[in-house]
Structures are given as structure tokens and as C-alpha cells.
């Protein structure tokens, strides 16, 4: 029994320090947002399992291995012979403005079925954490989704849903489509500000978090970036600022603070402690070169919390 289950795609990413097109070195590492909250995870003491489908191939390899090493339970991942591993390529385009490639059109987790995914939710979880990436894979993985939710609902587990929103991946209404159906079985819903119109109608950030509530949505959880968060449930609604640390490297930096969520809500921390250890966790992933490289284990979260700046010593 997991923690928390995770699915999703998981893909080779190779980063270039300037534009892929004048070549130069480049370094080879893992992504995907699931596989980052299930490492961010495990690192934290829980136990997470993350289950997807990668190819028969090196890719894959390196995608298990590091998920292993992270201490992440692989134990029903799908391996394909027909269909690769996405790939990932990571650039710098004038300006300096970071930009992605994507390399997993017809890879192997687009056809991700609920069948392939059933044995791992049936092997039980606290909470099953999903995004709005999966779902935009292709209509197996949308359905494989809507029915873990279902069926870890109807099992006693909490939902969490980090909306997630990858343009390159489908259209805005595509998303308003797949992802609306979702709600009835999320309990805890995270997204950036400009990602919430995708989930609720509504007249402003105000009336969206209401309808999200209204609809049975338990806990609200919306990202602003370097200008921290919001809470909303039931009862209360407050922001919190982001830590000030130096930028390194923003990506990753939301799937670590949904992390930090989760791992607070496992401790069973209040939503102070809970945003608290969100913002840590997005802060240090800010602050280190790689999307979970930087993320601290248990025994560092205390240093993590000293005030900006200090040195270790
Ligand atoms: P991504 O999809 O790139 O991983 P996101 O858009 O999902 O990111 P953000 O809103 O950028 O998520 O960041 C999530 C949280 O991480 C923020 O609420 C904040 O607490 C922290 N964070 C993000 N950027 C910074 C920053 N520059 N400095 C400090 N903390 C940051």
C-alpha cells in the first residue's frame, strides 16, 4: 500500500545551455510531473508509487533506474516493445527565454489504458495524485484517469489534481472538456491563477474557487509563481508570499510545491503548515538546476525553514 499513487508520463529530458540549433553540450536527466511529486515524495519519507508506460529502450531504463534509486515503488509499471519513451529537449531561445520540444506523440504512455493502471490502484493508497498532463496524452490515458479517480474515491482516498495546463499538449477548450467531468471525485484541486477558468466558470478568481467548492471540491490551492499562493476551503482563504531564494531554474518549482502539499497533508498538518511546506518545497526547487535534483529529503526540510540566506556551517 502506497501513500500516494501518482500516474502519468515520465520522459527523457536533455538540456541545452543555448539553442539546440548551435549544438554544444547538454545534459541528460529524467522529467515529468508525476515522476517529480512521486520522488519529491519519497524523499519527504513517504511511500509513493508512480505508474505509467515507457518504451523497451534506454529512455526507459534511465527513467526506472532514477525512479528506483529515488526509493519511488515501480512495482506495476507497462513496458512497451511498440512504442518508445517520450523525450523531452530543453533549449534556451533568444532572449534567454527556456523553451521546450516534445518528443511523445504515439510514445508509449499515449495509449495508457484504465487497464493498465487498475492493478496499481487496486493495490491501495491514502491519496492518488493526478494531473491535467495525463489526461492530454490521448483518449486511453483521459479514460485510465477519470477511472483511477473513480475507483480510489470509492475506496476511501483522497484526490488531488494539479491542473497543470500544457498548452504544446492540447487546446484550452479540450481541457475545459476532459478535465470538468474530473471534478466530482477531486478533493484537493491545485492550479496556477491563470488555469482556474479551465476548471470553473465564474467572474473572477472569487466566484471560481466558490463553483470549485460548490462542486465538492475540498481544498483550493492556487500558484502564483515568485508571488507565493492561496488557500480556500470551506472555512478559511489566505495568501502566502514566496520565500525570496536566488532563481536558478523555475521549472519543476510547481510539482515541488504540490509535493510539499501532499506531504504536509500526510503529516496532518494544518493548511498553514501544509502551504508552509508547499512554498519551502517550490523554493528549493527554484533555487537548484533540474526539475527534483535540488528537492530536500526529511532530515533537510529544518535547515530548508532558516531564515533567507543563512549558511550552513
Ligand atoms: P511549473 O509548471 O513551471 O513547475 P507552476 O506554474 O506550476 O510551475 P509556480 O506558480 O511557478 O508553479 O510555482 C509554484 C510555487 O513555487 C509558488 O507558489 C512559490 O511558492 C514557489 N515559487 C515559484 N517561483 C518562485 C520563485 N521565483 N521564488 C521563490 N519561490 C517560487
Redesign the pocket.
Known amino acids: 500500500r502506497a501513500d500516494v499513487l501518482t500516474i502519468g508520463e515520465a520522459m527523457v529530458t536533455v538540456r541545452c545551455a543555448g539553442p539546440l540549433r548551435l549544438g554544444g553540450d547538454s545534459r541528460v536527466s529524467t522529467a515529468g ?1 508525476e515522476a ?1 511529486v512521486a520522488i519529491a515524495l519519497s524523499r519527504l519519507g513517504h511511500t509513493a508509487r508512480w505508474t505509467g508506460a515507457l518504451g523497451d529502450d534506454e529512455p526507459g531504463e534511465l527513467v526506472l533506474r532514477t525512479l528506483r534509486a529515488e526509493g519511488v515503488l515501480t512495482d506495476h509499471v507497462v513496458r512497451r516493445t511498440e512504442a518508445p519513451t517520450g523525450l523531452l529537449l530543453r533549449d534556451v531561445a533568444a532572449g534567454g527565454r527556456a523553451r521546450v520540444h516534445y518528443y511523445r506523440r504515439d510514445s508509449a504512455a499515449s495509449t495508457l489504458s484504465w487497464d493498465e493502471v487498475r492493478p496499481a490502484v487496486e493495490a491501495g493508497q491514502t491519496g492518488l495524485h493526478l494531473t491535467g498532463i495525463t489526461p492530454a496524452l490521448g483518449p486511453a490515458p483521459l479514460e485510465a484517469v477519470a477511472a483511477a479517480a473513480e475507483h480510489a474515491r470509492e475506496a476511501g482516498a483522497w484526490v488531488s489534481l ?1 491542473v ?1 495546463h500544457r498548452s504544446l499538449l492540447w487546446s484550452r477548450e479540450a481541457a475545459v472538456r476532459a478535465l470538468r467531468p474530473l471534478l466530482p471525485y477531486v478533493t484537493v484541486l ?1 492550479a ?2 491563470d488555469e482556474l477558468d479551465l476548471v470553473a466558470d465564474g467572474d473572477g478568481e472569487r466566484d471560481r474557487v466558490a463553483a470549485l467548492l460548490d462542486a465538492g471540491v475540498e481544498e483550493v490551492v492556487v ?7 492561496s488557500y480556500h476551503d470551506a472555512r478559511a482563504s489566505f495568501d ?6 536566488p ?1 536558478v531554474d ?9 509535493a510539499g502539499y501532499l506531504s504536509g497533508r500526510l503529516d496532518g498538518l494544518d493548511a498553514y503548515g501544509r502551504l508552509d511546506r ?2 519551502l ?3 528549493a ?3 537548484c538546476a533540474g ?1 527534483w535534483e535540488g528537492l530536500p529529503t526529511r532530515a533537510e526540510l529544518p535547515a530548508l525553514a532558516l531564515p533567507d540566506g543563512e549558511t550552513l556551517r
Open positions: 510531473a517529480n494539479d497543470n491545485i496556477s491563477d500558484k502564483r509563481g515568485a508571488a507565493g499562493a502566502v508570499p514566496a520565500r525570496r531564494v532563481v523555475v521549472v519543476g518549482a510547481g510539482d515541488a510545491f504540490t508547499a512554498t518545497l517550490g523554493a526547487s527554484v533555487a526539475d
